[in-house]
């Protein structure tokens, strides 16, 4: 049988992207298949905030951060709790990735000429003991032009290696199923989708025109994970967090659908973890949507009243940029799908940021000018107040009786008590103005201004909620938002696919979240931030040099 080439990658994502420019700087022939066009190239990446985990960087050194390799493994093994017989290769994985974090990863990525912003952000800051879940220090170094400028590297490759005819896009062509020979894994077939001119992001056309069918000496499976598909969200969904949510905005596009899982998982592959997933508790609806149910999440600093449904304060150590997972797991407890953040004017303008390329104009524009204005600015970046005056999920009074009237007409559920709310409110303030508390969410807000990229751009000075001075007062409506699947189809750390016999499946690779970035889950059950656009580069370089290296 004639190869079409020596190796097929499934998605035009990073991962896929990665993987497929290894493949041609390797010499290899490859070609990359997308049931998408041409115009979402980069997948889900491009529309990140580019945000990547990097241990001991230079950056994080001109700050006063003290990392290293052994706290950041320390801190990823207390996140993931891994604790099952499934989880011997994610560990492996995640041993893996943190050395790479920690090494070269910063290297390769300058040399194709990607910078960083020079102000480290601290997410996922725990709150528990030591061993337990959070980033100690800040790890959260974002991409200077955020998911393009993570995506750009690579495609740019990608196009030098199409033009010297080591690498060719298929876009539009929808795998339906994986072909194999002799046992061994050696293409796929579909269909081929009419073309459709659709802005990125946007629903695109299911109608077929055609079939194909492609042959090759392995394919790579980087197709991304589930969370578009709502309803295989809610079928995976971890008894642990108790029932699944009846309401939830997506924060990534439909075509993000778990299809080629499936697929995959059907000729054979061995899928694990698949419950564990990483969804956000910071999700609003987005006020000018690009997909169907487009929600963008909050990155908030650490000053915000959280109160869940019924108007009762998040507790300890439950506060903003915490424990994402363990916010998840309170808040689906109280029988509701959302919660409430309380803030005012001043904290909104210091500390609030939307995740998304499209929702940072100044960094994704790499304009140094724009993003000075974040810290200087007397009101907040121009799409967080956007979303203040368009926003379904954003109320804006002078005095708290009226917030809270205008929470409960917004729910129709009629919950919230003002004087409940005002007692929380009010305690918390009598302690704001003291450098000695007991409040933990105060303490924190302390401990976070002792850092100065916090104290600069991220932390606004403590003061009073309940301060006139210091309005508006701003109450937040936050919608679950699904986004990462952190399980999926197992692999050794040549991102080779074990099958349902525990075997490896000879020609089938697998990479990108389609693997659970590297494994079949090497976050385990929970993330530490910043980490899944890195695990896409370091599982698709990964599967990318081994496929080409088995093809000869």
């Known amino acids: 049988m004639a190869f079409d080439a020596d190796v097929i990658v499934v998605g035009a994502g990073l991962a896929g992207l990665v993987?497929?420019?290894?493949?041609?700087?390797?010499?290899?022939?490859?070609?990359?298949?997308?049931?998408?066009?041409?115009?979402?190239?980069?997948?889900?990446?491009?529309?990140?905030?580019?945000?990547?985990?990097?241990?001991?960087?230079?950056?994080?050194?001109?700050?006063?951060?003290?990392?290293?390799?052994?706290?950041?493994?320390?801190?990823?093994?207390?996140?993931a709790g891994f604790d099952g017989d499934d989880d011997h290769w994610p560990q492996r994985w995640a041993e893996a990735y943190v050395a790479f974090a920690a090494g070269e990863k910063r290297g390769w990525l300058r040399a194709m000429g990607h910078r960083i912003f020079p102000v480290i952000g601290w997410a996922e800051r725990g709150g528990y003991d030591a061993m337990s879940h959070g980033n100690s220090v800040p790890r959260f170094h974002v991409t200077w032009g955020t998911g393009p400028g993570i995506v750009e590297p690579f495609a740019r490759r990608a196009r030098e290696a199409q033009a010297s005819g080591h690498l060719t896009f298929k876009f539009r062509h929808r795998v339906d199923a994986l072909n194999s020979t002799n046992g061994s894994i050696d293409g796929v077939s579909g269909a081929i989708l009419e073309p459709d001119g659709v802005g990125r992001g946007e629903s695109s056309s299911r109608n077929v025109t055609g079939d194909f069918s492609l042959h090759a000496q392995a394919v790579i499976v980087a197709s991304g994970g589930i969370g578009g598909n709502h309803d295989l969200v809610r079928q995976n969904w971890p008894k642990r967090l108790g029932d699944p949510p009846r309401n939830m905005i997506s924060g990534v596009p439909a075509h993000v659908d778990g299809r080629m899982i499936g697929i995959t998982e059907a000729a054979g592959a061995r899928l694990i973890n698949r419950d564990r997933?990483?969804?956000?508790?910071?999700?609003?609806?987005?006020?000018?949507?690009?997909?169907?149910?487009?929600?963008?999440?909050?990155?908030?600093?650490?000053?915000?009243?959280?109160f869940d449904a019924t108007g009762k304060r998040l507790p300890s150590p439950l506060f903003p940029g915490s424990d994402?997972?363990?916010?998840?797991?309170?808040?689906?407890?109280?029988?509701?799908?959302?919660?409430w953040f309380v803030l005012t004017q001043s904290i909104i303008k210091k500390e609030f940021a939307l995740s998304g390329s499209e929702q940072n104009p100044d960094l994704t524009g790499k304009s140094w000018l724009m993003t000075a204005r974040r810290a200087t600015n007397k009101g907040a970046p121009a799409p967080v107040e956007a979303f203040k005056s368009h926003g379904a999920d954003f109320i804006v009074r002078d005095n708290l009786g009226d917030l809270v009237e205008a929470m409960n007409k917004l729910t129709g559920d009629h919950l919230l008590k003002l004087e409940h709310v005002k007692a929380q409110i009010e305690a918390r303030d009598r302690e704001i103005e003291n450098p000695y508390v007991k409040d933990t969410q105060v303490m924190n807000?302390?401990?976070?201004?002792?850092?100065?990229?916090?104290?600069?751009?991220?932390?606004?000075?403590?003061?009073?909620?309940?301060?006139?001075?210091?309005?508006?007062?701003?109450?937040?409506?936050?919608?679950?938002?699904?986004?990462?699947?952190?399980?999926?189809?197992?692999?050794?750390?040549?991102?080779?696919?074990?099958?349902?016999?525990?075997?490896?499946?000879?020609?089938?690779?697998a990479a990108g979240e389609a693997a659970g970035f590297g494994g079949g889950g090497m976050h385990g059950y929970r993330s530490l931030e910043g980490t899944f656009l890195g695990g896409c580069l370091f599982s698709g370089r990964n599967a990318g040099r081994a496929a080409a290296k088995a093809a000869g």
């Open 277 to 306: 997933m990483w969804h956000y508790v910071e999700g609003i609806r987005n006020w000018a949507p690009i997909w169907p149910r487009h929600g963008i999440r909050i990155l908030p600093g650490p000053s915000s009243m959280w």
């Open 19 to 79: 993987a497929a420019t290894e493949i041609a700087d390797a010499g290899k022939r490859v070609i990359v298949v997308d049931q998408e066009g041409e115009q979402s190239l980069g997948g889900q990446a491009f529309w990140s905030f580019g945000g990547l985990f990097l241990v001991d960087s230079p950056e994080q050194r001109r700050l006063g951060i003290k990392d290293g390799f052994d706290l950041a493994l320390q801190d990823w093994m207390g996140s």
């Open 324 to 339: 994402t997972l363990g916010q998840l797991h309170y808040i689906m407890g109280t029988g509701y799908d959302y919660s």
């Open 445 to 509: 807000i302390h401990n976070a201004r002792k850092y100065i990229g916090d104290r600069l751009i991220r932390t606004a000075k403590p003061h009073r909620i309940l301060d006139p001075a210091q309005g508006p007062l701003i109450a937040v409506k936050l919608n679950i938002l699904t986004r990462k699947t952190l399980g999926g189809l197992e692999t050794d750390l040549d991102s080779r696919v074990f099958g349902s016999d525990g075997s490896i499946m000879p020609g089938l690779y």
